[in-house]
């Protein structure tokens, strides 16, 4: 049993240590501009400099018209410090802080340079993290990340996946905004749900379609190499509380109900509806839609009543002795169901 929880604590480990593109961060970013204005900026899991989402915000700080930056490292990070070697033994949490950017080199640019000479030059304060009796430097949970919490807008960053439903938690009971990466599969866990459920968080502008690509550190666990670069696919997407456009945009109906195409699950009255583009117009009933709905989800448009079973009850119980949908006996994968408003 003791080999089995190592063997599993080093395989959660790995899929903790992803790092965002920075492609993707601008992708997404560039949707919530006008909200940025003025905003104290938290990337609380992240190596400044190494970090693609400091770099990203330090670079568009003037862009943006950012308040404050403040990234924090973890203890353990494998990269903290490497770069730019403000620890000798790299490994050593630290907090950076940015409040404006100039041409602190003098090269006539601002760019990532001057953001290297300002950390290296002490224009940025960069100081290491203690941590506290319970959590190690650069923990969210330690009470110098929740400080720097309090004083934050918003949050944006990749929360280690392992630790997605205590870290959301945090951010609400905090009531920050955030903007975060997460896996597609923790909208259905029992401390999520409800959330999305209620309207308290939402999926981003980025498609779902295809997952997202991550720089891995792992030399065995990478999905194919780019440039001599390591990359591994997860199936992941942004997930906030901030409000956008895409929020209500109405998902185009045009497929019509008829029983033969949409039967009833054998145990939960609700049709099942395999596509989000083929929700049937003229069916007010409960339906059955892949999680995949939720990319395409208008609040003003659907009601969303519960899912099928992950991690305990999700809000309908759709068996009598279990959290699962059956249609002509088989078991399907995961489901939301939801009501035409």
Same mark, same amino acid.
């Given at each position: 049993?003791?080999?089995? /929880?190592?063997?599993?604590?080093?395989?959660?480990?790995?899929?903790?240590?992803?790092?965002?593109?920075?492609?993707?961060?601008?992708?997404?970013? /560039?949707?919530?501009?006008?909200?940025?204005?003025?905003?104290?900026?938290?990337?609380?899991?992240?190596?400044?400099?190494?970090?693609?989402?400091?770099?990203?915000?330090?670079?568009?700080?003037?862009?943006?018209?950012?308040?404050?930056?403040?990234?924090?490292?973890?203890?353990?990070?494998?990269?903290?410090?490497?770069?730019?070697?403000?620890?000798?033994?790299?490994?050593?949490?630290?907090?950076?802080?940015?409040?404006?950017?100039?041409?602190?080199?003098?090269?006539?640019?601002?760019?990532?340079?001057?953001?290297?000479?300002?950390?290296?030059?002490?224009?940025?304060?960069?100081?290491?993290?203690?941590?506290?009796?319970?959590?190690?430097?650069?923990?969210?949970?330690?009470?110098?990340?929740?400080?720097?919490?309090?004083?934050?807008?918003?949050?944006?960053?990749?929360?280690?996946?392992?630790?997605?439903?205590?870290?959301?938690?945090?951010?609400?009971?905090?009531?920050?905004?955030?903007?975060?990466?997460?896996?597609?599969?923790? #909208?259905?866990?029992?401390?999520?749900?409800?959330?999305?459920? @209620? $309207?308290?968080?939402?999926?981003?502008?980025?498609?779902?379609?295809?997952?997202?690509?991550?720089?891995?550190?792992?030399?065995?666990?990478?999905?194919?190499?780019?440039?001599?670069?390591?990359?591994?696919?997860?199936?992941?997407?942004?997930?906030?509380?901030?409000?956008?456009?895409?929020?209500?945009?109405?998902?185009?109906?045009?497929?019509?109900?008829?029983?033969?195409?949409?039967?009833?699950?054998?145990?939960?009255?609700?049709?099942?509806?395999?596509?989000?583009?083929?929700?049937?117009?003229?069916?007010?009933?409960?339906?059955?839609?892949?999680?995949?709905?939720? @990319?395409?989800? $208008?609040?003003?448009?659907?009601?969303?009543?519960?899912?099928?079973?992950?991690?305990?009850?999700?809000?309908?119980?759709?068996?009598?002795?279990?959290?699962?949908?059956? #249609? $002509?006996?088989?078991?399907?994968?995961?489901?939301?169901?939801?009501?035409?408003?």
């Amino acid at each position: 049993m003791a080999g089995n /929880r190592n063997l599993n604590s080093a395989a959660k480990a790995k899929k903790d240590k992803f790092y965002t593109q920075l492609d993707d961060i601008a992708e997404e970013v /560039r949707h919530y501009k006008e909200f940025f204005k003025g905003k104290s900026v938290l990337c609380n899991c992240d190596d400044p400099f190494e970090s693609n989402f400091f770099q990203y915000f330090a670079l568009m700080f003037n862009a943006l018209e950012l308040k404050r930056l403040v990234t924090t490292s973890y203890a353990d990070s494998p990269i903290a410090g490497k770069e730019i070697s403000l620890f000798p033994d790299g490994k050593t949490a630290y907090m950076t802080e940015v409040t404006e950017l100039r041409d602190w080199n003098g090269d006539g640019r601002e760019d990532l340079l001057d953001v290297k000479f300002a950390i290296e030059h002490g224009i940025y304060k960069t100081t290491p993290l203690e941590g506290d009796e319970k959590y190690c430097a650069g923990d969210f949970r330690s009470k110098e990340l929740i400080a720097l919490l309090e004083q934050a807008d918003v949050v944006v960053t990749n929360p280690p996946f392992s630790v997605f439903r205590e870290y959301v938690a945090q951010l609400l009971d905090a009531g920050k905004k955030f903007l975060i990466i997460g896996n597609k599969n923790a #909208l259905t866990y029992k401390e999520i749900f409800p959330f999305i459920k @209620d $309207n308290k968080i939402w999926t981003g502008f980025t498609s779902w379609s295809g997952g997202m690509w991550f720089i891995s550190d792992h030399e065995d666990y990478y999905d194919e190499i780019r440039d001599g670069v390591l990359m591994k696919n997860v199936p992941s997407i942004w997930y906030t509380n901030i409000e956008t456009p895409k929020r209500y945009w109405d998902i185009p109906l045009y497929k019509k109900y008829s029983p033969e195409e949409y039967p009833r699950y054998d145990n939960y009255d609700a049709i099942e509806v395999s596509k989000t583009a083929e929700i049937p117009e003229d069916y007010f009933g409960v339906m059955g839609v892949p999680i995949t709905f939720l @990319d395409k989800y $208008n609040p003003k448009q659907f009601e969303l009543l519960g899912c099928t079973y992950t991690y305990g009850d999700c809000g309908i119980h759709v068996a009598g002795t279990d959290w699962n949908a059956y #249609l $002509n006996g088989k078991r399907m994968f995961k489901r939301l169901f939801i009501r035409r408003r």
